[in-house]
């Protein structure tokens, strides 16, 4: 079956009766946010569930905050140079920092973050419990705990709730949320917001949270409404968005989780990822000799894929864009083989001068258009027939046939028995490429709309009879 990378995946594949249909892109860059002014609440009994799956690395960045822009501070946050998840709060008079040991770098994976709040509590850690995927965390690099009946800097009237900020440095989210919940009033479990899978106990998916008691200050962001993300499905007044837009709603989801480029496979440290992962930028510079490709999170070995890629800048000819495998292969180093991943028989692209094949066996130019900055390239990997098409602007190149199966109209033959991922990367050194991917919940607005057969993705052009998007719940059912 179809493979995904390491990691915290699995609730996206199991069957489940409650299934969440939409997240929020954060973009750090944009310095995206949202926020709603507290009313006077519970300071010593709370809780904040949320869906998360993160986006680049190596920064701090807020899942929920709290403050008034000066010494007196909640948050909820992983850290930016170890990549645990902190929960702090900062006060004359007290101080807390749970932080812990386990750190969160899956890039591709959803997680469950549960912080369930009772100063009132006599037992130390049992005022602040963190659950991450339906299991408390027990071990911690800091743990200082609050006093007991300690009034802590959340639901202070007046001050914030924010989603994706915090309220002092600017410590932007990066990625998707999906299923944000504020509780006031009760010290909620792990378990109201999620349950181990009957079949699979391994696997933690979400429930439905809305009939729970959400107090007087608390609100449920389902994220369902795109021209208005920060609506309060809870019924309260709903939050105010920053630097967010309509394309920001997203169907990667914890219960049907999409492919994205890996941010854990990135060989030089001036490329970058943004939009949830979805937009790679190359760098010009290679002074480590570094590669300017990139992968898929999700692997392909059999059943029949499609995606699209949008070309946002290309300075030249020499982008390339198709499928490679053997990833381990594609590691920093001072060789022209490890600039890209066409340099070797390790992958297969359809280059922007004109032409599909690779640098090891060589390359077909009949039949092939070039391409450029602005065109939406789209692409069909038939995996039960060993099948490689392309596709530009809508027009299959070659004159090919997707739908042909095993006669293979107009197809590119390439090698068996691999685990292939969706593959971009430039050609040259002195220039700046930038794709966008599209593997189904597009990080920039589709003039058409295509669904493939079980109506997943969102697409420019029609998706071929028989193919599917890259998400978990079409791996489940078709890989």
């Not at 967010?244 to 440290?269: C, E, G, R």
């Not at 290309?314 to 292969?329: E, R, T």
């Not at 966008?436 to 420019?460: L, M």
């Amino acid at each position: 079956m179809p493979l995904i990378l390491p990691g915290n995946v699995a609730s996206a594949t199991a069957s489940t009766g409650y299934d969440v249909a939409n997240s929020c892109r954060f973009n750090d860059g944009d310095s995206a946010s949202m926020t709603k002014t507290s009313g006077s609440g519970d300071r010593r009994q709370f809780t904040i569930s949320a869906w998360v799956k993160r986006g680049v690395l190596g920064t701090e960045q807020e899942i929920y905050g709290s403050g008034d822009s000066g010494s007196n501070v909640f948050g909820v946050f992983f850290d930016g140079s170890t990549n645990r998840l902190s929960v702090t709060d900062y006060q004359s008079g007290g101080t807390l920092t749970l932080t812990t040991n386990r750190v969160f770098r899956d890039c591709s994976a959803w997680y469950h973050v549960c912080v369930a709040i009772d100063t009132e509590q006599a037992t130390n850690t049992n005022r602040v419990k963190i659950y991450i995927n339906g299991t408390q965390e027990t071990s911690f690099a800091t743990a200082n705990y609050p006093d007991e009946d300690e009034d802590l800097y959340v639901n202070v009237s007046g001050q914030p709730h924010n989603v994706g900020v915090d309220q002092g440095p600017g410590r932007f989210f990066d990625g998707y949320m999906a299923e944000v919940v504020f509780i006031d009033g009760t010290q909620y479990a792990a378990s109201d917001f999620g349950e181990f899978d009957s079949d699979s106990p391994t696997i933690w998916k979400p429930k439905d949270p809305s009939g729970l008691t959400f107090g007087t200050n608390g609100f449920y962001l389902d994220f369902e409404a795109s021209d208005n993300l920060g609506n309060d499905a809870n019924g309260g007044t709903d939050l105010t968005e920053s630097n967010l837009a309509a394309t920001d709603q997203a169907t990667d989801t914890p219960t049907n989780n999409f492919a994205t480029w890996n941010a854990a496979i990135i060989m030089d440290s001036a490329c970058s990822f943004a939009e949830g992962n979805l937009k790679a930028t190359t760098t010009n510079d290679y002074a480590a000799g570094a590669s300017n490709s990139f992968f898929s999170t999700i692997g392909m070995t059999s059943g029949k894929w499609y995606w699209e890629i949008n070309v946002v800048t290309a300075p030249n000819s020499y982008s390339l864009a198709g499928i490679a495998f053997d990833l381990s292969a594609h590691q920093q180093g001072s060789t022209a083989s490890q600039y890209n991943y066409s340099y070797t028989t390790l992958g297969y692209s359809y280059s922007g001068g004109g032409g599909i094949g690779n640098d090891g066996d060589g390359w077909t130019s009949t039949g092939y258009d070039t391409y450029a900055a602005g065109d939406i390239l789209s692409f069909a990997l038939d995996l039960d027939n060993d099948n490689f098409y392309v596709a530009k602007n809508g027009t299959w190149q070659n004159s090919a046939d997707p739908e042909s199966g095993a006669t293979g109209t107009g197809a590119f033959s390439i090698a068996s028995g691999n685990t292939y991922f969706a593959a971009v990367s430039d050609n040259q050194k002195t220039n700046v490429w930038v794709y966008d991917a599209n593997f189904g919940s597009p990080s920039y607005a589709i003039t058409s709309g295509n669904a493939d057969a079980d109506d997943y993705g969102n697409f420019e052009y029609a998706v071929p009879s028989g193919y599917y998007a890259l998400c978990t719940k079409n791996l489940a059912e078709y890989g």
